[in-house]
């Protein structure tokens, strides 16, 4: 299984709640950021221009434990920055998994491996680490060479102590989709228990704005990499999500089912766009001009967009809000492979694009020792 029962059915009985209640918009995951500090200094992170006295600053685990309870969501992701230069990681942790939500904590594993001992292995508790490609396409994408082999480190050492451990995987234009598909394949032997994929977001604010994908590509490369799957390959992401980056569905976003919060407050509108914050979940739910957003609404900012934090709670709510999403659903889990004869030829006939390099953001003595605090 690609997920516990457990979780399975904690998530659709909490969606289900919902629907009897009438509510249109609520969350599905909490993106909770404690920090934006990073060891790393990727060309396509939006989240690493602060200065420095913003880079410092971290939520205390009563702020993150009083941002999960005020939405009320089942799953809280903790992206960043690089969760664990937190101090206090651990014990947010085990203060979430004590509350029984089931806790994403994002990492580049650069410091995985070492801080294991710190946690406990639990059905409520998942590292997922970002990986996004085999081995020159990870080091390029992350601006570090040898990145990919530390993170794999990681991976295999928390696999091995019995840690559940997921990957999360950012294309951006110039992916090769046979190379991701053999990026899968390495992760499985790896031992993972499931992978998330997802095209790259233009943030206003990355250094490198060249190599964002847009919509045509995307389909046209989802396609190549997610039909013909192989049965061994797991993926933590819901079916219609992925079919929508296949292009054989569509969803308009919907950035309130994925709230960040972080040191600022709640984060208007969404993980991806920073228009400002709010002082509450309620207000950021009732005050937010949300016809603004998404692509139907014309926000040039939105047009590209086909993010998981945006599209995938999009999903989830179609397979419960009709009896033509639920079968549409089931189908989509009973056809877990995707035959098309027109994918494998594009597979086949696939070509590399020549890219030229990603803009290299830290030169630094701090940068190189992998000291500097910045970015996703």
Known sequence: MAVPIS???????????????????????????????????????????????????????????????????????????????????????AGLVARKKYVYMCTNALLLKEKLHLFTPSKYLSFSVHVDGQK???????????????????????????????????????????????????????????????????YDKAPDQSHFLGKAKSRRMFRAILSNRKKEWQFNSHPLFLEFLMGQINFECTPWGMPTYNIFGWQKPCYLLQDGYADSFKELIEATEWANYGAKSGNPRCANCMVHSGHEASAVNYGFGSLRGFIRTAKAYMNALYSDAGAQKLLDEWQPEHRGPLVQIATTPAAQTGELVSGD
């Open 136 to 202: 020159e396409h990870h080091d390029f994408a992350v601006c570090r060479e040898g990145g990919h082999d530390q993170a794999m480190e990681g991976v295999r050492e928390a696999v091995k102590r019995g840690f559940r451990v997921t990957t999360n995987t950012t294309l951006f234009d110039g992916a090769d989709p046979n190379s991701v598909r053999a990026h899968f394949d390495e992760l499985t032997r790896a031992g993972v228990e499931s992978m998330m994929v997802s095209p790259g977001y233009t």
């Open 7 to 93: 979780q399975m059915l904690t998530v659709a009985s909490y969606v289900l709640k919902q629907k009897i209640k009438g509510n249109k918009r609520y969350p599905l995951v909490l993106m909770l950021e404690p920090l934006f500090r990073c060891n790393l200094a990727c060309a396509g992170c939006g989240k690493i221009q602060y200065p420095a006295h913003i880079l410092k600053t971290d939520l205390t685990p009563e702020q993150c434990f009083a941002a999960v309870e005020e939405c009320g969501v089942p799953m809280v992701s903790i992206p960043g920055g690089e969760p664990l230069l937190h101090p206090q990681m651990p014990e947010i942790v």
